[in-house]
């Protein structure tokens, strides 16, 4: 059981480095990388360790929130606005 853990949790954590360096390349901060979800055990500055290891997620900050004005921002739909 506990090597089918770790081969997810190295699966994940590839995935997740993948989609970093995906945004990073493509000029855009990242905000947090988190290998785990819920109650945070540890964390060293933007990366962190989740007590649940069955995922994770990699959070970018939106370069362009700031030039959005409110108006265009309510007439976007629900699932493509952007929030810091």
């Known amino acids: ?3 089918f853990l770790v081969s997810v ?7 997740l480095a993948a989609i970093a360096a ?3 390349a493509a000029g855009v901060a990242l ?3 988190s290998l785990g ?3 945070t055990l540890l964390q ?3 990366f962190r360790l989740g007590a649940i ?3 994770g997620y990699v959070r970018f900050r939106a ?3 700031e030039e959005v004005s409110p108006d265009e921002m309510r007439q976007r739909s629900i699932c493509c606005r952007c929030r810091e």
């Open 31 to 33: 905000r947090a990388f």
């Open 63 to 65: 370069s362009t929130l």
């Open 44 to 46: 060293l500055g933007r």
């Open 1 to 3: 059981m506990s090597s």
């Open 53 to 55: 290891p069955l995922g």
């Open 22 to 24: 995906a945004g990073l």
């Open 9 to 15: 949790l190295v699966c994940v954590l590839l995935h």
């Open 37 to 39: 979800l819920g109650p």
